[in-house]
């Protein structure tokens, strides 16, 4: 087993997740945890995860420094190699100029811990604090263009530390330089599968189930996304007829959504779903409201209310939460700062889970993971491969205030994206693709006439996990073409912008 002590990074899971792949237990807890609860958890090795706060200031979050003395190997990873350097007795200072987003290793001395890793391999930097000098019997391992001390060991002792993150994506070799680690300096054995994880996710949900009235059924939302896809049918798997999927139809969903997510439960996943149709109570809630915080509130809140009507007194909640969901809306075992708002982390349902009343299996695992779950159940691809869809539907595609008017333009322009990549055969090698309709208008020229009409932005990313994403370099031709029949098909657009930024500093949705 790996333990992980998360000091609030947005990736700390993610490096659970990637610990897994190898086919390793991986356990996150707290940065507070005591060396004896760490030695009680007999680890093959610990990590020391990423995090927003700096090692120069009063209150940052320190470790037991009886931790590093437990005798199994310890990486740090950003700040993880940050406050290893600084309580060993070295000095780490803020930058002149932060460094985030791709930088090239150079070795400086060879190490197990690089086995496999080419000089020039591209690795992914987000800091601004930085080791400028390290402690005694410490030597520098790689630098960058950037970093002079990008990767570190100890002469003697198995600690390292890494300022870049290797479990993000874009570090072309991060899993091997984890592998290294795990299997061959901490040597963990690699016995863990997601079998394991459906198995233990089943019988959980069972005792959940079982300590309740015996009337409690178990109640969870679907929209049709892989998400809530997987966790209706886990939950059909655990429980039967005692767990009942509700759609509710928010008005703010793709054209022909939800008659095809009616459709697909039924025919593809013998599971009936209640249907709820409360478009007009959520556009009338968001009339007049622009600020995208206060539109995922209110889409929570109202779904919390309409969603509640269908839950008993003594029923439980199953949500189809990700680890992704989690981070950026609150903390989970660390500090971590709150990027925005997701509509199953509103104040109703928080206070549900302080009751003991919600279930969510998913909440631990990332969209790739979730999908080979999906796998093992026996979801069809279809259903499994679809392209994500944020819970809060167009209203974050929408910047600015949602109206019927506005909603018909995008899901046009939507269907003709989805249309055309589809077409291309690019869908399923894209994370997500779509069409942004912005608060903004031109002047174009249409049919010698001068226009006055909206901008829609196209949006595709590639990404793994939702964690760090960059944008697909489509082809001109597909580019043009979708451009075209969004300016000529759809009324009301008279001009289509490409958004070529990544995750981070962007986040992959606009809103």
């Known amino acids: 087993m790996i333990v992980i002590l998360d000091f ?267 249907f709820i149709d409360a478009a007009d109570q959520f556009l009338a809630a968001l009339r007049g409201v622009t600020d995208p915080e206060e539109k995922r509130r209110i889409i929570g809140r109202l779904f919390v209310e309409v969603f509640f009507r269908e839950l008993r007194e003594h029923d439980l909640l199953a949500q189809g939460t990700l680890y992704p969901d989690v981070i950026e809306s609150v903390s989970v075992k660390g500090p971590s700062a709150t990027i925005k708002t997701h509509h199953n982390r509103v104040r109703e349902i928080l206070d549900l889970m302080e009751q003991g009343r919600v279930v969510e299996p998913l909440r631990e695992l990332f969209k790739d993971e979730v999908r080979e779950l999906g796998k093992e159940l026996g979801i069809p691809h279809e259903l499994l491969w679809r392209q994500p869809f944020p819970g809060p539907g167009l209203a974050v595609r929408i910047l600015g205030e949602v109206t019927e008017e506005r909603l018909a333009i995008l899901r046009e322009a939507d269907a003709i994206v989805l249309e055309e990549v589809k077409a291309a055969g690019l869908y399923h090698k894209i994370w997500q693709s779509f069409a942004v309709l912005l608060p903004v208008k031109a002047v174009g020229v249409m049919g010698d006439a001068r226009t006055y009409a909206n901008v829609d932005a196209l949006r595709a990313v590639d990404s793994v996990d939702g964690m760090t994403a960059d944008f697909v370099r489509l082809p001109w031709d597909l580019l043009a073409r979708i451009a075209s029949r969004i300016i000529n098909e759809v009324a009301g657009v008279n001009r289509v912008v490409y958004d070529v930024s990544s995750k981070p500093p962007s986040t992959i949705e606009w809103e």
């Open 8 to 274: 609030g990074s947005q990736y700390a899971q993610l490096i659970a997740r990637k610990v897994r792949a190898l086919h390793v237990y991986a356990q996150i807890v707290p940065y507070t945890i005591s060396a004896s609860e760490v030695a009680r958890l007999s680890p093959h090795g610990l990590i020391l995860s990423g995090g927003p706060a700096s090692v120069t200031d009063p209150d940052a979050p320190r470790i037991d420094p009886g931790i590093l003395n437990l005798g199994c190997p310890v990486l740090g990873i950003c700040y993880g190699m940050q406050l290893i350097v600084h309580l060993l007795g070295g000095e780490v200072r803020s930058q002149a100029h932060s460094e985030y987003g791709r930088a090239h290793l150079t070795y400086v001395e060879p190490c197990d811990l690089f086995e496999g890793v080419p000089v020039g391999s591209v690795v992914w930097m987000s800091h601004n604090d930085a080791a400028v000098k390290l402690p005694e019997a410490w030597q520098t391992l790689a630098r960058t263009e950037g970093c002079e001390q990008v990767a570190v060991r100890h002469v003697s002792r198995p600690l390292y530390g890494l300022q870049f993150h290797p479990e993000v994506h874009h570090s072309r070799h991060g899993q091997r330089i984890l592998r290294n680690f795990v299997v061959k300096i901490c040597k963990a054995p690699r016995t863990w599968r997601m079998r394991d994880y459906i198995a233990h996710a089943i019988e959980e949900t069972r005792q959940r189930l079982a300590a309740a009235p015996p009337d409690a059924r178990i109640v969870g939302a679907v929209s049709g996304g892989v998400d809530s896809t997987v966790l209706a049918t886990l939950m059909h798997r655990a429980v039967g007829e005692r767990f009942v999927p509700v759609f509710v139809d928010n008005g703010l969903l793709r054209k022909n959504e939800a008659q095809t997510v009616r459709e697909n439960f039924r025919r593809l996943l013998g599971i009936e779903v209640v």
